[in-house]
Structure formats: C-alpha cells, structure tokens
C-alpha cells in the first residue's frame, strides 16, 4: 500500500513521524506549508494524510464529509474508531479527536481505485497556495500573516455519482473568502471528473488566521519563500 511509508502502526495505534509527515506532504500533496517541516516550532500532520489514511483503512463512500477538531502534533498515537456505521473518529488514547467522518451510501474498497482517488484529491490541495489562495486574496483585499502564514483545513465533503471511478481529476469551480475580523474562511468547489465527464463534487473550508489588509510586497516574500522551499524540495529537516 502507498500510504505504507507514512505511518506505522505500534501497539495497535497509529503513529506519524514529522518526517513521514513532511514527505507525504510534499512528495505527495506537493504540499510545502512549513508547517508540515520536521522542525517547525508549530509542526501539525497533514490533514490530507488523515484523510488517506481513513480512506485506506474504511473505503470510499458515495457521500463522506470530513471535520477536523484538532490540530496533530507529533508523537501522537492514533485510534480509528466507529461509533456506528455511518461515524468515524480519529482519537488519541485519551479520547481527544482530531478527526470525525460521517459517510453513507455505497462503498468501494478496491486499493487501485482509493489510491486513484486519494491521489487526485490530495494533489489537489497541494494546489490551495499559492494558485488559488494567493489570487483570491488579492481580489478580496485581505491576507494572512505573512510571519506566520497559517493555512488550516476546516472541513471537506464529497458527493459522488459512481463509484466506478476512472482517471480522477478534480476542477476548481468556485472560490470565495469570507473575512470575519483577524480569521478568514475560504470556501472552494471542485467538479469531480472521471474519465472525463463530471462524476460528482467536492467541496472544502480553510481557515486563515492573522488577517490582514493585503500587502502586495510582504506577499512576494511569502512567495518567494514557499518557491525556495518547493525548490529544496526532499530537505524534510533534521527531526525524526
């Protein structure tokens, strides 16, 4: 299984190294927020990966949506619990979660089809900043932090047609930013395409804290930053 590399499993929980974390979110979701490196001070795992990781472990649902309660920090063993058929939750041994599903309908469990499918979504994500983050900003007059450019998931859900899906590819449809003081929420549609033809959609909430007035010069710092970044590319840090 792909996912193989980016977790392992001890005692019976689920356990992400930083370095795991920062490969997947790079190798993968092509995802450099420096808040996926090995050493950030504020270092959380990608909640893409904990989407892949439910995936892999539960199928794919015809409908699913996906909250994040908490942010993951490292060393953090995990449990995948299902209260009923239709929930899902992600938790530590204390009981915190992180993560709750909710799903029905049909669901296909074929590896070949959930790797397609994750593959797809997760690249998509990578996409958010700077392609359509940094634009959307632009035009609503607003950004993020530039010292601490926070970019955080919210929710995600997904309403599929069929689950007969081949070739998988997600299209942005609409995007918009809602400004509620220092906090913004961004709110993006995606048309699901398979094998060419729309197939189902997909939609997501961000969070962005810090905000701002836009600053047209602090912006082609952060930018210029995440490119040295992508540039470096495999660098995951020192911390394992």
Do not use: W
Request: hydrophobic share 40%; aromatic share 10%; charged share 25%.
């Amino acid at each position: 299984m792909f996912l193989d590399r980016f977790h392992s499993v001890q005692n019976g929980f689920v356990r992400i190294t930083p370095v795991q974390a920062s490969q997947f979110a790079k190798e993968i979701a092509g995802d450099f927020n420096p808040i996926h490196d090995p050493d950030a001070r504020r270092f959380c795992v990608p909640g893409d990966l904990l989407f892949a990781l439910v995936l892999s472990r539960f199928g794919l649902s015809e409908r699913m949506s996906f909250c994040f309660k908490a942010l993951l920090s490292k060393d953090v063993g995990l449990a995948f619990h299902t209260p009923s058929e239709e929930r899902i939750e992600v938790a530590d041994a204390s009981g915190k979660v992180y993560l709750e599903v909710d799903r029905s309908g049909d669901t296909v469990r074929d590896p070949a089809v959930i790797e397609d499918f994750t593959r797809c979504y997760v690249s998509a994500s990578g996409k958010n900043f700077p392609h359509t983050l940094q634009p959307l900003m632009e035009s609503k007059g607003v950004m993020f932090n530039p010292e601490r450019p926070m970019v955080m998931y919210e929710s995600m859900s997904l309403a599929l047609d069929s689950l007969a899906i081949t070739s998988p590819d997600l299209e942005l449809e609409s995007a918009d930013l809602q400004d509620h003081g220092k906090r913004g929420q961004v709110f993006l549609n995606y048309r699901l395409l398979s094998g060419g033809q729309v197939e189902g959609e997909v939609t997501k909430s961000l969070v962005l804290s810090g905000l701002r007035p836009y600053n047209a010069d602090d912006m082609a710092k952060v930018l210029d930053h995440f490119y040295q970044l992508k540039a470096r590319g495999v660098d995951y840090g020192s911390t394992v």
